[in-house]
Nanobody, 119 residues
């Protein structure tokens, strides 16, 4: 089993910044990719940003230029730096990891952390 624990969520004013962190632990050989997804009330869960263990990144268009994803493979951690936050960014943010687990790729999810952007 692999556990993902998110931290860093909270309440912030529009235009402010937050940094989310996610730590992966448990039994796995290595990380293939890690990423962040979010789900706002009444909406489907959407991809925010992903990164491979080699540092190749991908972002949803709405956060490009504002959010930055990074990975520290030595610590099995992924981060999401969120700048210039907007009310539309309000959501529960979930950490995701695809890992190599006994020769097979497996996907795991964190429990989520609330981000609220409000004046």
């Amino acid at each position: 089993q692999v556990q993902l624990v998110e931290s860093g969520g909270g309440l912030v004013q529009p235009g402010g910044s937050l940094r989310l962190s996610c730590a992966a632990s448990g039994r796995f050989f290595s990380i293939n990719t890690m990423g962040w997804y979010r789900q706002a009330p009444g909406n489907q869960r959407e991809l925010v940003a992903t990164t491979t263990s080699g540092g190749t990144t991908n972002y949803v268009d709405s956060v490009k230029g504002r959010f930055t994803i990074s990975i520290n493979t030595a610590k099995n951690m992924v981060y999401l730096q969120m700048n210039s936050l907007k009310p539309e960014d309000t959501a529960v943010y979930y950490c995701n990891a695809e890992v190599k687990w006994f020769g097979e790729p497996r996907e795991f999810w964190g429990q989520g952390t609330q981000v609220t952007v409000s004046s």
